[in-house]
């Protein structure tokens, strides 16, 4: 892996529980360890600082995403790069982000596991809740995740471990 | 210099034209050099990505350091020393700033430079433009910039070179 080439945003998205921050942290402990920079932008992270101010109807999301985009292209142009964990659901939100980031440099992952999967890793319950009602706009429940076309790499988050996720991403995407 | 030592946000504040973006560039690159990691976020920058959804008015200018501070702890949070430079005009601007950033990492650098000087040094014609009102709410001419009380370092830019104002920074913030 050189440590000169030009910096990469690596967009992970899919629904929520799919383990596309996880993904993340280690691919950045891996490369850090390497001594190659990285950073980590995280959906989750952002709708606490930065999107503290968004809610999760459409428009928000959009929003959110737009902005996380926007954040990622700073890192990148700081020669960082930068792995963003995002739902990104619809087909106008992954259009904003192509719309942002150096289609060279943009590197799309659908971390990819079925929604029961994703339910039954899901530790603060919110697919309960969801499915009870009472978290509303939740992605794969009462809002929509549109079909994924064509991507630089797809994870099947459950038939791979996390180890084994991280190291195609470095395969494909760090010459490793 | 330690290369561990915990990351710092460096936050340039001050009159259009007072030099803060020059600096804190050149300090990027001094501190690249030495192979300490480094960014900067800049106000002109933030403004044609992130924030190109704000104008001028107080709220807006509120809002875009509100914004620019939540980065710079998401860079601060990646372990990335974050150079930033914003006029940041007003006590409420500069309460946003300390109530989103951790105390202890913070350090407000005010270049300072008189109006007149700022004024001189403007190639792209702002000022005039603001004094003949095409531009509006600019700051210095026909918006506010409030005093500046204690700062952890004050730069007077019309006094200073570029390279004194940065090895000044690196002797205070990076025991250089």
Same mark, same amino acid.
């Given at each position: =892996?050189?440590?000169?080439?030009?910096?990469?945003?690596?967009?992970?998205?899919?629904l929520? !529980? *799919?383990?596309?921050t996880? +993904?993340?942290?280690?691919?950045?402990?891996?490369?850090?360890?390497?001594?190659?920079?990285?950073?980590?932008?995280d959906?989750?992270?952002?709708?606490?600082?930065?999107?503290?101010?968004? !809610?999760?109807? =459409?428009?928000?999301?959009?929003?959110?995403?737009?902005?996380?985009?926007?954040?990622?292209?700073?890192?990148?142009?700081?020669? +960082? %790069?930068?792995? #963003?964990?995002?739902?990104?659901?619809?087909?106008? #939100?992954?259009?904003?982000?192509?719309? +942002?980031? #150096?289609? %060279?440099?943009? =590197?799309?992952?659908?971390?990819?596991?079925?929604?029961?999967?994703? /339910?039954?890793?899901?530790?603060k319950?919110?697919?309960?809740?969801?499915?009870?009602?009472?978290?509303?706009?939740?992605t794969?429940? *009462? *809002?929509?995740?549109?079909?994924? !076309?064509?991507?630089?790499? /797809?994870?099947?988050?459950?038939? =791979?471990?996390?180890?084994? *996720?991280?190291?195609? #991403?470095?395969? +494909?995407?760090?010459?490793?």
């Open positions: =892996m050189s440590k000169t080439q030009t910096p990469k945003i690596i967009w992970f998205f899919g929520p !529980g *799919s383990g596309k996880t +993904i993340a942290n280690h691919l950045k402990k891996r490369l850090i360890a390497r001594g190659v920079n990285a950073c980590v932008l959906g989750d992270r952002l709708r606490k600082g930065l999107c503290n101010d968004l !809610g999760f109807d =459409m428009v928000s999301r959009e929003e959110n995403v737009r902005r996380a985009a926007e954040v990622a292209k700073v890192f990148w142009e700081n020669g +960082i %790069n930068c792995l #963003c964990s995002f739902i990104t659901p619809t087909y106008k #939100c992954r259009e904003i982000v192509r719309g +942002i980031l #150096c289609q %060279n440099d943009l =590197m799309e992952v659908y971390v990819n596991a079925p929604l029961k999967v994703c /339910e039954k890793r899901d530790k319950g919110l697919f309960d809740k969801a499915r009870k009602g009472i978290v509303p706009d939740f794969g429940i *009462s *809002s929509p995740f549109d079909p994924v !076309g064509k991507v630089h790499l /797809e994870l099947p988050t459950h038939l =791979m471990t996390v180890e084994e *996720s991280v190291t195609k #991403c470095l395969e +494909i995407f760090f010459d490793d």
